[in-house]
């Protein structure tokens, strides 16, 4: 009997705890936006870093640079559960970010943008004309771009991309080597990292050090998300320099959507980054959902 009642209060108070975390979800969701130092959905960048790399010598490894970045950087659409960014890719790229995380759904030759089943009222081509000019009117700069199948299940997008290339931008924009370059070698650039088959394009995803435990089922589980992402970047501080290492702040469950993870997590990391400031670090590339203005600055000053 006694092993029955605990049970049952077991399972109430599990109950109120999920119940609470939903409320606290529901929320985060129908707050208005915001801009503080560490996280940002409102339209616009609080200020510009636009040539940051401009100061870096041309005969630094990239593996040595650290780079700020978004996660489903055009994911600007579909509510809450879905949406993870609110600054146009223009915006991203003046206010400093140089990892793009880019998913697309491939039909009949056509590649467009998609979270998951989410249209994102943009196609590839898009994304390549907003690069090139971004990189023409700032050719010191060199921009990531990490580019993924989603919905779809072709496995077969390598035609469809090198056709974009050719129709959106123009085949010297990217850097044709698995290779890791020196920035010098990379500026006025796109580096693909490829997350498809197919020949080289420009460096392989997988090749890079990554951590991406980007579920996150509820807000009870905020200390393990933070827990990978903090241990992954002590291991870019003191990891082999030759390689490249990409830390996702970001996550998302059914009781914790980007938004309201990244209210939680991109304070820690401005917490974390904030006691580390002064000498030069490498924490590899840093990607964010909502990430600030002032968050991707300290992020570049460890250059």
């Not at 636009?50 to 780079?67: F, G, K």
């Not at 995380?101 to 081509?125: S, W």
Request: charged share 20%; glycine share 8%.
């Amino acid at each position: 009997m006694g092993t029955h009642r605990r049970a049952g209060a077991s399972a109430a108070g599990m109950l109120l705890m999920e119940m609470a975390v939903l409320v606290g979800v529901l929320a985060v969701t129908c707050a208005g936006a915001i801009q503080r130092p560490d996280y940002d959905d409102t339209g616009a960048p609080e200020f510009l870093n636009q040539s940051w790399m401009a100061s870096i010598p041309d005969s630094r490894p990239l593996s040595e640079v650290t780079i700020p970045g978004t996660h489903n950087t055009m994911a600007f659409y579909g509510g809450a559960l879905t949406e993870c960014q609110s600054w146009p890719l223009e915006q991203q790229l003046r206010a400093g970010v140089r990892f793009l995380d880019v998913r697309v759904r491939h039909a009949k030759g056509n590649l467009t943008i998609h979270h998951g089943v989410v249209y994102q009222r943009a196609h590839f081509g898009q994304v390549l004309e907003g690069v090139a000019g971004f990189l023409r009117e700032h050719p010191s700069e060199t921009v990531l771009m990490r580019l993924k199948e989603e919905l779809s299940e072709t496995g077969d997008i390598y035609g469809a991309v090198v056709e974009y290339v050719h129709r959106h931008a123009h085949w010297d924009l990217l850097w044709h080597s698995r290779l890791v370059p020196t920035v010098g070698q990379v500026r006025g650039k796109l580096i693909v990292l490829q997350d498809f088959a197919g020949p080289d394009l420009g460096m392989r995803y997988g090749s890079l050090d990554i951590a991406d435990d980007w579920k996150v089922p509820t807000l009870l589980h905020l200390s393990k998300k933070w827990r990978s992402v903090h241990e992954h970047l002590s291991m870019a501080d003191a990891g082999n320099r030759s390689h490249l290492f990409l830390t996702f702040a970001s996550g998302a469950g059914i009781f914790a959507y980007p938004n309201a993870v990244a209210k939680r997590i991109n304070p820690r990391l401005y917490k974390y980054l904030s006691n580390r400031a002064g000498p030069a670090k490498r924490f590899g590339i840093v990607t964010m959902d909502f990430p600030a203005a002032p968050l991707l600055k300290m992020i570049i000053d460890f250059n």
